[in-house]
């Protein structure tokens, strides 16, 4: 049916063979030579507390630096780890909103690839929610409230935005916490495209929610396939903290028919228990990822979710995970779920005073993956005592990535280390012994390119299947085409969950699939 396109596909097998002969969780040679990076922007202190990858797999860091004031600070790195010079000029960019203290927490991309930063900018008297967008080449994008950044004051008091994220829409969520006369409440905020306040969100485009009685704060957001936005973090139960979990409907209200009145706690430990990230798996299941305390010393802990908001009994025997790495203190900062739906977590963990980066995969049903190192953990020292990390991502070849600061002297910089997978991720699946169909990007987006060759003139279909097989995308049904190359764009709806799928062209000579992620 199809030519063979030797040389390209030859090329990509002899660039995954490391991945696929390396044990998963080491790190990655291929990433500046050890697998860790560190990067300085001044003489003092600069911390790393997101990570986001591009199409192209170029990594994108931000955070702050803390100099006289703080101010959002954000690098992009090659796929090899060096500093991206068509980024700004040495692939740093450090930007002042006010004139005090203005600090990033999060940064997500739009599909045009712009660069989204949101945290919190100091107005002289408390702190306000802050949105900064930058163009790709990490300009300031004046088309977004005409300087690039908007601030958003809540309440009467200090306002902190800590995740953020980009609707379908191109509508940005920006979710943290609000001081109110209380305590904190959680607190999100949408914006339209251009940086104005969405009127269809509440009334102006602002919503604060009280769980408990005194401090609710909100750590991670995330857009459901249906639209909805669910929040995490934490909740003052009268004497120590328990994770929560809120979700709202597109409009800005409570969904009812998520936990009670859209509101769900969960106790971990017999202390203090806090949520700061979260993941939505492909079935609709939630799981958050944090830290809690039983005794003096704190554990990662995880908690998965169904739909409903109630606690998911096929994970652990109870919904709710905990893992202690070091005799000292572990936490959790960051969860992502793979391609095959193993979950990973990032964080810290402390030995002997010093303080590590650590990394741990679980399998599906909550146990520890002993193909991941061999008991499902791994710990890296970058700097001489103090390494944390903040942040996770996964690159489209299915490598990981851990952010966060390390120790330079008595300063602090910008840290990342790569691990291998085990992953093959980008190769694709199929009978024959030779590759004949490129999609590009994989993981897809919800406009991508097919390119492949017919060797005649002959009616195809083009098909989009999930691992079961059942059709749920067709491009293409039962189509005349010549012979030759074909480059066929291909439009992949919202609705359709994150997950692997397959794209299948066939005709009556044949067919041939590709693996695709969603």
Same mark, same amino acid.
Request: charged residues 25%; negative net charge; without cysteine.
């Given at each position: 049916m199809m030519k063979k396109i030797k040389s390209f596909f030859t090329l990509l097998l002899f660039l995954f063979a490391n991945c696929l002969f390396a044990q998963p969780g080491a790190l990655d040679s291929d990433w500046d030579a050890d697998g860790k990076i560190t990067t300085d922007f001044n003489t003092t202190y600069d911390f790393l507390y997101s990570l986001a990858v591009q199409s192209d797999g170029k990594v994108i860091a931000a955070g702050y630096l803390n100099a006289a004031t703080s101010d959002f600070a954000v690098a992009?790195?090659? $796929? /090899?780890g060096t500093l991206d010079n068509t980024f700004s000029v040495d692939g740093k960019v450090t930007t002042a909103i006010g004139t005090d203290? @203005?600090? +990033?927490? =999060?940064? +997500? *991309?739009q599909d045009d690839g712009k660069i989204v930063l949101c945290g919190a900018s100091f107005n002289s008297s408390d702190y306000d929610f802050a949105v900064v967008r930058y163009n790709a080449d990490g300009t300031l994008d004046n088309t977004f409230d005409s300087n690039g950044s908007t601030t958003t004051a809540i309440g009467t008091g200090n306002d902190i935005a800590q995740s953020l994220a980009i609707q379908p829409d191109g509508k940005i969520v920006a979710a943290g916490f609000s001081m109110s006369t209380s305590?904190? /409440?959680f607190a999100v905020v949408r914006y339209n495209s251009d940086g104005s306040l969405d009127t269809d969100f509440s009334t102006d485009g602002k919503v604060t929610t009280a769980i408990g009685t005194t401090d609710d704060r909100g750590y991670a957001v995330a857009i459901q396939p249906d639209g909805k936005i669910v929040v +995490? %973090? *934490?909740s003052y139960n009268g004497s120590d903290m328990d994770f929560a979990l809120v979700r709202?409907? =597109? /409009?800005g209200t409570l969904d009812i028919n998520f936990g009670t009145n859209g509101k769900v706690t969960t106790a971990i430990g017999t202390g203090e228990d806090v949520a700061l990230s979260m993941a939505l798996q492909s079935d609709g299941k939630i799981v958050l990822a944090g830290y809690s305390y039983n005794g003096s010393t704190p554990d990662i802990a995880l908690a998965r979710y169904n739909s409903d908001g $109630? *606690? @998911?009994?096929g994970f652990s025997s109870d919904g709710k995970v905990t893992t202690d790495i070091a005799s000292e203190e572990d936490r959790a900062y960051s969860v992502k779920i793979q391609a095959d739906n193993k979950i990973l977590v990032g964080g810290l963990t402390s030995i002997s005073s010093n303080y590590d980066f650590a990394l741990v995969r679980y399998n599906s049903d909550g146990t520890l993956d002993t193909d991941f190192s =061999?008991? %499902?953990k791994v710990t890296t020292a970058i700097g001489p005592s103090l390494d944390y990390a903040y942040a996770m991502t996964i690159q489209p070849n299915g490598r990981i990535l851990l952010g966060g600061i390390s120790t330079n002297g008595s300063n602090y910089d910008f840290a990342i280390t790569r691990y291998l997978s085990g992953l093959n991720i980008g190769v694709v699946e199929f009978s024959k012994s030779e590759k004949n169909i490129l999609v590009y990007p994989n993981p897809i987006q919800q406009n991508s390119v097919l390119e492949y060759t017919l060797d005649k003139n002959e009616n195809i279909s083009i098909r989009m299947v999930d691992m079961q097989g059942k059709t749920v995308k067709t491009f293409i049904d039962n189509e005349k085409q010549n012979a030759g190359d074909h480059k066929q764009n291909i439009f992949i709806p919202q609705e359709i969950p994150a997950g692997s799928y397959f794209i299948v062209i066939s005709s009556e000579s044949g067919q041939e699939k590709i693996k695709i992620i969603k």
């Open positions: 992009r790195y090659n $796929t /090899d203290d @203005d600090q +990033a927490f =999060s940064v +997500a *991309l305590g904190w /409440d +995490a %973090g *934490l709202y409907n =597109s /409009d $109630t *606690l @998911d009994t =061999s008991d %499902g």
